[in-house]
């Protein structure tokens, strides 16, 4: 079933990021790490059927997407990127294979982090953040999302890694067999990955030369 839905607000989280609040329906319940079908109301774009992954929690009174913005694509996103408070998204019902199942290590490229918002934020809420890490790749460190909630939050052991810059502070480069077999220690524990489709793949194919249980591997399949 879908849903037409009123834009109440929208911030700039980063250059090319902005966060849409928009109305809940009665009823509508969803899992953090879920995503839904979006088009927005515009003619030739109700249909458009792009997921976009929740970043509220389940019991806000408003939902939330994190977006980033491609202008250059000349798509769903690019119209996003014009859209104003009072404006509508079109959504579907909830789905997706992304959940928390244990405590592990998220490891995210880009606007693959955004599963693991509504997810973070929920183990902050409930005080159980320690014991995790978040690996986080991009490009510039001006690209990096919600950079000031992921430091703030209490026990989270974040890592950023950055492929375009080489600064004091971060990790340089991509994500790779070294690079995790440094930053993670024992695969004895759950593994969270999205971000680009070659990147998951890769990641996935090193965690499980390391010795990670396939079953423990949480992705969108």
Known sequence: MAHTLAITKILDVTHNVRQFTFEKPEGFAFTPGQAAEVGIDRDGWRDAGHPFTFTALPDWDDLQ??????????????????????????????????????????????AGVTPFIAILRM?????????????????????????????????LDVVYVLSGENKGGFEHGRIDKPMLERLIGSTDQHFYVCGPDGMVESINDALKDMGADPEGLVFEE
């Open 65 to 110: 997407f994190t977006i980033k913005i491609y202008p250059e694509h000349n798509g769903l996103t690019e119209q996003i990127g014009t859209l104003k408070v009072g404006d509508s998204f079109i959504v579907g019902d909830p789905w997706g294979t992304i959940e928390y199942k244990g405590r592990g290590t998220f490891i995210a490229g880009g």
């Open 123 to 155: 183990l902050r809420d409930r005080g159980e953040l320690s014991g995790h890490r978040l690996i986080f790749a991009n490009k510039r460190e001006a690209d990096i999302i919600l950079r000031d909630e992921f430091d703030a939050m209490p026990g």
